[in-house]
């Protein structure tokens, strides 16, 4: 990483309902989003799911419009000082929520190919980076491929964080982006070739990181919707624009 900021970008995973919507009444009549940072705006057709840390205490917070926004209070006061909230240079929360309460809540994500996701546990998300708040792209990112597989192979770690098979087994990569020698399914391929076992294979997830990352962003072509056969390169800033302009996303630095 180079010594300016990074620019994310946030998109706003809709809430649709709780598990149990009785653990944060402050959400009542209010529209609600998941802010999940992400460095790759153009993979958001492939989501499937949000990660969500059991161990990070989240913080809501009003935004500009008098919507929440649910992300880690570090975060929260980063974007009071980018106009991003209601209050300007502090922080004071609506409400703070354990990871936990917000496991299998169901989300709209745009641009996604599923109707709508749900929110996943994530064992390995950082409190100090992004926003606490994970969007997942297993077609293109081998963390998320490896923390999805996880999940759909272990029956004893959804019952342990309440999440039904409905909120998983249906949900499998999605073909978007053609990497030259490595099909339409990149991070599923690089985990294979790198045997990684689990979300927890730190070195294998490495390895197979820096080989997909570089490889879909300088080869790699998206194949689905508006910019569809156009290079990544070429479009990435596109697609970001046009999420930001319909209000789905917003620009963030750290
Ligand atoms: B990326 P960097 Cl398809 N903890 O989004 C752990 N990981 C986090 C995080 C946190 N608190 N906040 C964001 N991230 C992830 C999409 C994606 C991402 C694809 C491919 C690569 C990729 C879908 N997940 O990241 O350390 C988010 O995952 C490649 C690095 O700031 C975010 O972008 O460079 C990325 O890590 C930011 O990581």
Redesign the pocket.
Known sequence: ?GVGP?EYTLIKMKLVELTDNSKVPQFAGKDVFFVA????PE?MYGQTNCWISPDITYVAVEARDGSIFVCTERSARNMSFQDLLKLDKEVKPVCMIPGRDLMGAKLKAPLSHYDHVYALPML???EG??T?V????PS??PD?FAALTDLKNKEPLRQKYGITDEMVLPYEPVPIIDVPGYGSLSAVEACKKHKVKSQNDTAKLMEAKEEV?LKGFYEGVLNVGKYAGTQIQKCKDAIKADMVAAKEAIKYLE
Request: no cysteine; glycine share 10%; charged share 30%.
């Open positions: 990483e990074q940072a992400t460095l790759r993979t390995t998300i950082k980076k992004g606490g994970v969007t997942s792209v293109d990112a998320d990352y």
